[in-house]
């Protein structure tokens, strides 16, 4: 299994008396799929899931196992409980204690022998405080039971160069860093985790199905805007000023985008969404 294609790691939309708005949620859902996402990520980064409950995390991963099995869809999850429908566990590297590249391995490779349904490991070295080198991500690539990874290194250097030389057949790679979408499928990425893909949905899978330079320079435009400020929170204004979600509220400890960065934002979107697919 390759998992190839566009992901979209769904915000999770709040309702004005704070609940989660799950028929937001499911409309949403929806709505990316029909625009050509391959399938959709629950409970990532991109979803706050540290402010959700228990009960809250349920309701989304149920509401988002519902409509990707109606449709036929895959489905990425994050958390702590994972269903054994779900197509892959989005698994990060061990955080904040920066085990070493060994350690990094062995602790991969433990989650993996344990895990119902193959492993999607999670390379942020921005966020975790762990780097790893082309050898390490050859490693973990060759693990059993790791299926791919979201591949976030905050760019591309030497190490994510000669690591894209020679990937193992069958191992997917997926572009992490939004901005970095275009130049990662000229390296071979296999498609993208893109939490910018809530807006100009079309465009960013029709990016990953045929490559083309002059879309990928206008979408990493758009996503350089929608993550002006710390994520999901100019992308959830973006879809409350659109009328698709009931609020652009996210909880603490986020606070919501400026408007300055909402209109930086709707004014390239409509020039995207018009421009010509070449």
């Known amino acids: 299994m390759t998992l190839r294609g566009l992901y979209v790691p769904l915000i999770t939309p709040f309702a004005p008396d704070g609940s989660v708005a799950l028929g937001a949620l499911e409309r949403l859902a929806h709505d990316m799929l029909d625009a050509g996402a391959t399938g959709l990520v629950a409970l990532g980064t991109t979803a706050e899931p540290s402010s959700l409950s228990a009960a ?10 519902a409509v990707t099995r109606d449709r036929s869809a895959r489905l990425i999850v994050g958390g702590a409980t ?3 429908s779900a197509t892959a566990a989005l698994t990060l590297v061990p955080p904040f204690v920066r085990p070493g590249e060994d350690g990094v ?15 999607v490991v999670y390379h942020v070295p921005y966020r975790t405080g762990q780097a790893l080198s082309a050898p390490a991500l050859q490693r973990i690539a060759e693990i059993p039971g790791v299926a791919g990874i979201k591949l976030a290194a905050g760019g591309i250097d030497a190490e994510v160069i000669a690591f894209m030389a020679s990937p193992p057949p069958g191992f997917a790679v997926l572009a992490g860093d939004d901005a970095f979408l275009s130049p990662m499928l000229a390296l071979g990425a296999h498609g993208g985790i893109v939490a910018s893909a809530h807006v100009a949905t079309a465009d960013y899978a029709a990016l990953i199905g045929s490559w083309s330079p002059t879309l990928g320079h206008r979408l990493a435009r758009l996503s350089l805007a929608l993550f002006a400020e710390p994520n999901p929170t100019v992308i959830k204004a973006v879809l409350h ?5 009931p609020t652009a509220d996210v909880r603490l400890p986020l606070l919501p985008a400026a408007k300055e960065s909402l209109d930086q934002c709707l004014g390239l979107v409509p020039a995207i969404a018009a421009s010509p697919v070449r």
């Open 82 to 84: 994972i269903p054994r």
């Open 56 to 65: 809250e995390q349920a309701a989304v991963l149920d509401r988002l196992t």
């Open 105 to 119: 391995v062995a602790h991969l490779t433990a989650v993996a022998a344990r895990s119902a349904v193959p492993l």
């Open 241 to 245: 000023a659109a009328g698709r979600i």
